[in-house]
């Protein structure tokens, strides 16, 4: 069974950069699409982005396109995402998860994901 811990969250000031990781390990990530979501207080979980198993194909929310970058390395293991020009409303736990799903319509859906990481914060301060 695939495992993930996010690491990489803390404070930033409005417009600045983070760069999350997400290791996976068990099982063969390599093989499923995975993805980014992010749940503010008081919120729903929502997605962020997405990106099959071979990193070449990825979705993103429309409100961190052009801001946030999800990349995957399979030979270590790896998922990240980039974000830029971040905003307050950027502030949650953002968390990644794996999926079996083929389907890349389902991706941005957080119902098909069935791995999930324990999350790791974001604070974009003012």
């Known amino acids: 069974q695939v495992q993930l811990v996010e690491s990489g969250g803390g404070l930033v000031q409005v417009g600045g950069s983070l760069r999350l990781s997400c290791a996976a390990s068990g099982g063969t990530p390599s093989t499923y699409a995975m993805g980014w979501f992010r749940q503010a207080p008081g919120k729903e979980r929502e997605s962020v982005a997405a990106i099959n198993w071979s990193g070449d194909t990825t979705y993103y929310a429309d409100s961190v396109k052009g801001r946030f970058a999800i990349s995957r390395d399979n030979a270590k293991n790896l998922l990240y995402l980039e974000m830029k020009s971040l905003k307050p409303e950027d502030t949650a736990v953002y968390y990644c998860?794996?999926?079996?799903?083929?389907?890349?319509?389902?991706?941005?859906?957080?119902?098909?994901?069935?791995?999930w990481g324990q999350g790791t914060q974001v604070t974009v301060s003012s």
């Open positions: 998860a794996a999926t079996g799903s083929p389907y890349a319509s389902s991706w941005l859906l957080k119902s098909v994901y069935h791995i």
